[in-house]
């Protein structure tokens, strides 16, 4: 029985510059496979997040729409449910709301979390989620991040590192086979092998220029400025999803 899922409007379109799609490549190179996310001790075996995310993947597929993790825990005696979703262009809260919408009924329809009450809850990531998929460095196109980098990319005259440097760098693009990083103002490919988890950084100084941009006319705008606050998909999960 599922309580306490979203509904709103459909999903608005997908950004005009979506891959084909919207998966990463099940080939070689870096595994595309999804980070399913654990079950909470003494809630869910390994086997049964795999099972529940086996039945949401191919509703979000259809939505293109990723699924990034799942996570079954419990508050008092009901069950909660939480998957992290993300897409090309990001969510919006139209598309939280579709996938609460169609995630439960496909769950309910399979009773896959038993007779009990459940609540189901559905977010973006948040902005410290690791950057480990070709997905996630695509979507991170224009972001500062700090990533470790293998030693063997350093320069051979200087010490060689014991292991992995981490580096702040910004994210030009990305592909199946690696990114292409602006390091020091040098731009530079590297293969996903050479690179741990990314991290991306908050950068106030350009929240302050588009704020500047945003305001740049004349002053007796200002009251009208500050009521112009959009509102966000993303909802951070503890975890940092």
């Not at 029985?1 to 080939?27: L, Q, V, Y």
């Not at 731009?187 to 740049?216: I, K, N």
Request: proline share 6%; no cysteine; net charge negative.
């Amino acid at each position: 029985m599922h309580e306490g899922s979203r509904r709103g409007a459909p999903r608005s379109a997908r950004a005009a510059n979506r891959t084909p799609g919207g998966r990463d490549a099940r080939g070689g190179g870096v595994p595309g496979r999804v980070s399913r996310g654990s079950a909470s001790p003494g809630s869910a075996s390994a086997a049964e997040v795999a099972r529940i995310a086996s039945l949401v993947e191919p509703v979000l597929a259809a939505m293109e729409i990723d699924l990034e993790g799942i996570k079954i825990g419990s508050a008092g005696r009901r069950r909660v449910l939480r998957i992290v979703v993300d897409a090309d262009g990001g969510v919006s809260l139209d598309d939280i709301a579709e996938v609460s919408r169609e995630v439960s009924a496909r769950l309910d329809a399979r009773n896959a979390m038993g007779d009990a009450p459940y609540t189901l809850e559905v977010s973006s990531p948040g902005v410290d989620r690791p950057l480990t998929q070709p997905r996630h460095w695509r979507r991170a196109a224009g972001r500062l991040v700090v990533v470790p980098i293998a030693a063997g990319n350093f320069d051979a005259e200087r010490d060689a590192p014991a292991g992995p440097v981490a580096r702040q760098a910004r994210v030009i693009d990305a592909d199946e086979e690696g990114v292409t990083l602006e390091i020091d103002g040098v731009s530079r490919f590297l293969d996903y092998a050479d690179l741990g988890p990314g991290r991306v950084q908050v950068e106030f100084t350009r929240l302050d220029e588009a704020d500047g941009e945003a305001g740049g006319g004349d002053l007796d705008d200002d009251d009208d400025d500050r009521d112009d606050v959009g509102d966000s998909a993303d909802e951070e999960d503890p975890d940092g999803y």
